[in-house]
């Protein structure tokens, strides 16, 4: 027999599983929807939708597949002391320091920026006081540093943690397409113009000499972590979703176009009102609401991700820094679902176009 104490552990296990139960159907909203028209689809055109492969999600590599060498400032101690009148003294004791050595490439790349606007107005001053050796040795680091500075930015931002979280695969769906603007988008932008700045006239850093670094800085550090807080790997999951359920949607409909008509003569049968009525209810209103949701996000992330990238691999091929080859095939990966997914799209309502006209009936009558 029973003690209540069992019954009431009992009835909140069942309250726990159907919480889940439904937090599950909410996570998955999108996918519940497809199923609801591939099921729907099954049932009036009478065929199954065939087997498909998994479509893999395209997760960033992982830093360890990732990794860039760079060159050190060839700068030693007793060339340190010598620069005691130059401000980039200060900066390369920092860089130096504990603090510096184990920062990230974002704060690594602050100290590089720093040293590049700061080298010339040291360059002069070592050169007055009569140390042109030293001098020549800090124009060759600066020179090395330019040259890197591409690799340098990458690391920072493409490659980096918050671009990484960027692109995360949620956990689900619940909260995406968005109510509201990406709150990325506009921490992109900023970046994109700071980047072109970077590697747009490196002579022109010289004048951020005098500005205060450590509020640049700060600066630099929010916006990387507003860019962290974008759904970019949202509107992946989204697409991935999206394109599995137009391939099983569009075989169904395939298979019914190339077996037995739906409609013998042009003219509408209830089947045919019924496939009719799916499309409107089910895959405009409700799927195409979505994705048109999903496309303009999309278009709004890569339109500025693109070119952040374009200018970036273009800088880093000029000056003959290698590229991480697993960094192009995620890139490629990652643009071929977006495109896969358009034409899955286009393919779908073309097909349905087809199945609707052999029956006398257009999408929008």
């Known amino acids: 027999m029973k003690r209540p104490h069992d019954y009431i552990i009992q009835f909140f296990l069942a309250l726990l599983f159907s919480a889940i139960i439904c937090a599950c159907a909410d996570n998955n909203q999108l996918s519940s929807q497809w199923q609801d028209y591939q099921s729907r689809l099954e049932r009036v055109l009478q065929r199954q939708a065939a087997p498909h492969n998994n479509i893999v ?37 920092q860089r130096n320091s504990i603090l510096g050595r184990h920062g990230d490439a974002a704060a690594r790349l602050m100290f590089d920026l720093r040293f590049i606007s700061q080298a010339p107005a040291c360059h002069a001053i070592l050169m007055k006081d009569g140390l042109s050796a030293l ?20 690391a920072a931002s493409l490659i980096g943690p918050e671009f990484r979280q960027f692109w995360q695969m949620p956990v689900d769906l619940t909260a995406y397409p968005l109510a509201g603007k990406d709150p990325s988008l506009a921490a992109l932008a900023r970046w994109q113009q700071w980047q072109s700045h970077w590697l747009g006239n490196t002579e022109s850093m010289a004048d951020w000499s005098s500005i205060a670094w450590q509020q ?32 099983m949607a569009t075989s169904i409909i395939k298979q019914r176009i190339e077996g037995r008509p739906l409609c013998l003569k042009p003219q509408p049968t209830s089947a045919a009102k019924h496939f009719q009525g799916t499309l409107t209810k089910v895959f405009i209103t409700k799927l195409q609401s979505q994705a048109s949701r999903i496309t303009q996000h999309q278009f709004e992330v890569m339109a500025i991700t693109e070119q952040i990238e374009q200018q970036l691999l273009s800088a880093m091929d000029e000056n003959h820094l290698a590229i991480p080859s697993a960094y192009l095939h995620w890139q490629k990966q990652r643009n071929q679902l977006l495109t896969a997914t358009t034409e899955a799209q286009r393919h779908h309502v073309a097909l349905a176009g087809t199945l609707l006209k052999q029956c006398g009936l257009q999408p929008g009558n």
């Open 135 to 154: 001098a020549g040795q800090l124009a060759m680091a600066t020179q090395i540093k330019q040259r890197e500075l591409p690799a340098r930015i990458f």
């Open 57 to 93: 999600f395209p997760h960033l590599p992982k830093p360890r597949e990732l990794g860039l060498e760079f060159s050190g400032s060839g700068i030693d101690i007793l060339d340190f002391l010598r620069m005691r009148r130059c401000a980039l003294r200060d900066t390369i004791a």
């Open 216 to 247: 640049f800085s700060d600066e630099v550090f929010n916006t990387l972590g507003a860019i962290r807080l974008g759904a970019g790997g949202s509107m992946l999951a989204a697409q991935r979703e999206n394109l599995t359920g137009l391939t």
